[in-house]
């Protein structure tokens, strides 16, 4: 029998893999492309959000499937362990080094702080793991430990149990069907203040699964040391029905954290909407809020003297206000307000341009961006799309004529960040000043 470690492969962004081929020495079986294809299924099934999403993270091919943009991690019931990586070029050439495009998207991955509305602590995040499972197992076990340094919540469970006294109520129907006999038991349901709530049932249960999954000495030895803070705690066999039980009062908030990744590992869901039977569970990150965050903490840090907004909503793109729908509201990734009053406005795109460079959509979207800040009377010097680099399509900046020759018309600019470059700061301070 194959060991959970001669199952896993790693892949890239938009990287095909077939039936009956071999990845990284591992056979893909028609079960594991059974299995995924099974998940598309699932989804676009569903009448939800995730159904035009999930071709995002995933799609059929003849005989296979394609990962797009979504990374992390994930596995299939079949015991197939997929780690899916950024494709990332710089100048240089395309990252080649797995070891250093791990690090690079972990190092992109500690900007998160929201993805499809959880808020989860990457700074914490310890990237010194041989793969992204193990990364995220130690994330996990980096929550359950603050939820026991906190304090394991005890609080009151309903216990029915036959006694020899009389404790709580007596459950007639029971008592009759026990204790017809030998009428000295009691038949009670009472509460008893114990550790075995439904919040402590799944974080025992998540550990003794990741048990079975880790092949980390350092996250073994963790699990095994916490498993013994939970010693008098049951492990759930119905992961959905206990999640339902859960009742966090205000002294205990700090359980959500390590309850949200109990989700992902044990109800098979993601920090996406994705979900299903088909796969064993899925830590995925849609790249575009990775890139998105990594940069507008980068142009915070680096353009100190500068008023630096992320994710702003204080224009329309009408003007009737009351009446638009929140769907209108503008929403460019960063705004910087410079001290001369001057704006400049950028998004940032996870694509890789080829030679028709942007997509009309994008450009119409920056030049609302322009139009409607102009509008408010607000000086924009110039909107920015900001894309990983590409060798395909060059640099360039769009202009719009205006009715008068003094007067100058909307400036959209193409600008790339070299991922792979040691000089971030020389790259965005070009880019945006």
């Known amino acids: 029998m194959r060991t959970q470690k001669s199952r896993s492969i790693s892949i890239r ?4 893999i077939f039936a009956d081929k071999i990845v990284d020495g591992v056979h893909i079986t028609r079960q594991d492309i059974e299995e995924l294809k099974n998940y598309i299924d699932e ?6 959000d995730s ?11 003849r005989n296979g499937v394609q ?24 100048k240089n050439g395309e990252g080649d080094n797995r070891a250093v495009v791990q690090q690079l998207f972990l190092k992109m991955l500690r900007t998160v702080r929201n993805i499809n509305g959880k808020t989860f602590k990457m700074t914490n995040l310890n990237a010194k793991r041989s793969n992204l499972l193990e990364v995220f197992i130690s994330m996990f076990l980096t929550e359950s430990d603050l939820v026991i340094k906190r304090g394991v919540k005890s609080s009151y469970v309903s216990v029915q149990s036959n006694e020899k006294f009389l404790k709580g109520k007596m459950l007639i129907t029971q008592q009759i069907r026990k204790n017809s006999i030998n009428q000295s038991y009691f038949y009670n349901e009472f509460d008893e203040f114990k550790a075995d709530s439904a919040e402590n049932q799944l974080i025992k249960t998540t550990l003794e699964l990741l048990l079975r999954k880790s092949k980390d000495n350092n996250n073994l030895r963790i699990i095994l040391e916490q498993l013994e803070y939970f010693e ?11 999640f339902q039980k859960v009742q966090l009062g205000r002294n205990h908030k700090y359980y959500t954290q390590v309850l949200d990744w109990c989700m992902i590992f044990l109800s098979r869901k993601s920090f996406t909407s994705f979900c299903g039977p088909s796969l064993a569970f899925a830590v995925l990150f849609p790249m575009e809020e990775v890139f998105e965050s990594y940069i507008a903490l980068l142009v915070k840090q680096f353009l100190q003297h500068a008023d630096v907004s992320t994710q702003e909503r204080s224009h329309s793109l009408f003007d009737n206000t009351a009446e638009t729908k929140q769907e209108y509201r503008l929403r460019p990734d960063i705004v910087i307000r410079y001290k001369n009053t001057s704006v400049t406005i950028a998004d940032t795109k996870w694509k890789f341009l080829d030679g028709n460079g942007p997509s009309q959509a994008d450009l119409y979207q920056m030049y609302a961006y322009y139009t409607r800040y102009h509008h408010k009377e607000e000086e924009v010097d110039r909107v920015i799309l900001i ?14 004529l205006t009715p008068t020759p003094e007067e100058i018309g909307a400036k959209i600019q193409v600008k790339y960040v070299d991922l792979l470059s040691s000089d971030m700061q020389t790259q965005i301070l070009n880019i945006l000043e």
């Open 51 to 61: 159904q035009d999403a999930v071709h995002a993270f995933l799609k059929p091919i």
């Open 43 to 48: 989804q676009n099934s569903k009448k939800s």
């Open 387 to 400: 894309y990983p680099y590409s060798g395909s399509y060059t640099e360039r900046e769009f202009r719009s």
């Open 232 to 242: 008098f705690v049951s492990a759930t066999t119905a992961p959905d029905q206990t």
């Open 13 to 16: 962004e938009f990287q095909p």
């Open 67 to 90: 990962a797009n943009n979504y990374v992390g991690v994930l596995q299939t019931n079949s015991g197939l362990t997929i780690e899916i990586l950024p494709k990332i070029y710089g």
